[in-house]
């Protein structure tokens, strides 16, 4: 049996440690950097009356399909919070942030000059945003939980090289290995838009940037996106001034 070498380069045994800071006033679109915003989903229902408001009417009857009241809930709040911190960089009022989905569901801004690129992600109660300029990201979240049987399930579910990080990695337990492996993969499927039934899915190092997170409360993310390294910045997207901040455009002009 052919040997699987543990990816190196993904921090998978380093994830870096995300701490959510209130964004600026005045949020700076640098060419080099990604911010990954950070929120919690579990509002009050008035507080959730107030943000159904700022969801399409496709977005609403979507969420009408929920059956459980908590995934409906967190579901009405991750939408409206992605359309409260679009609505920083493009300017206009959440409610005609402009938005539309890929074939497999990715959603991206229409219209514009298409260079601001987002991707979220939801798990449990909480959600992450990544956005950023120029290159396409795929962002997935997890919450650090047991698994059960975590490496048969590696197995049967990643690339063959995360797989082995599952089994063989060593500086935290399997679960914890579990969930970095599952976010890294996930969040490289995201970057390109497809889903996790791709039958091309394997793990790629160099192609694109990919780096693992841990973020607060003890969630695992992962953030991939592609060409070099970029700063990462955290924000946290429940902090006020929404509607009002504004975003001053640094990036230089395409050529
Ligand atoms: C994309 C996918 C991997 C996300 O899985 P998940 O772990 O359940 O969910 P996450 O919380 O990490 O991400 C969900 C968010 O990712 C985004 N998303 C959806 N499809 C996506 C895709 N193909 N690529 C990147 N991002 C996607 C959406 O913003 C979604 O949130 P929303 O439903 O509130 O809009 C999974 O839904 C999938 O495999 N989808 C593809 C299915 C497909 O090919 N469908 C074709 C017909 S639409």
Redesign the pocket.
């Known amino acids: 049996m052919r040997r699987s070498h543990v990816p190196t380069g993904l921090g998978l045994d380093t994830p870096r440690h995300l701490v959510p800071s209130p964004p600026p006033p005045l949020l700076i679109a640098e060419p080099g950097e990604v911010h990954i915003w950070w929120a919690s989903l579990d509002l009050d229902w008035c507080a959730v009356t107030d943000l159904v408001d700022l969801l399409s009417a496709a977005e609403r009857s979507r969420a009408a399909q929920i059956y459980r009241h908590d995934a409906r809930r967190r579901?009405i709040v991750?939408?409206a919070l992605l359309r409260i911190v679009l609505a920083r960089y493009t300017g206009c009022a959440p409610a005609d942030v402009d938005l539309d989905r890929?074939?497999?569901?990715?959603?991206h801004l229409a219209g514009g000059d298409g260079r601001l690129a987002f991707?979220?992600?939801?798990?449990s109660d909480k959600a992450v945003i990544a956005v950023t300029w120029d290159t396409s990201i795929?962002v997935?979240?997890e919450p650090g939980r047991e698994i059960d049987d975590a490496v048969s399930v590696a197995e049967r579910t990643l690339p063959r090289a995360l797989a082995a990080y599952v089994r063989r990695g060593s500086t935290v337990d399997v679960s914890a290995r579990f969930a970095r492996a599952w976010t890294v993969f996930?969040a490289q499927?995201?970057l390109r838009?497809?889903?996790?039934?791709d039958e091309q899915a394997t793990i790629h190092r160099g192609a694109c940037h990919t780096e693992c997170l841990a973020m607060p409360d003890g969630f695992i993310a992962a953030v991939a996106f592609d060409g070099p390294p970029r700063r990462l910045q955290c924000y946290d997207a429940a902090q006020p001034p929404h509607h009002a901040a504004r975003v001053v455009r640094n990036l230089p002009l395409p050529t």
């Open positions: 579901s991750s939408r890929n074939g497999a569901g990715k959603p991707n979220v992600s939801h798990a795929g997935d979240l996930e499927q995201k838009g497809v889903g996790l039934t």
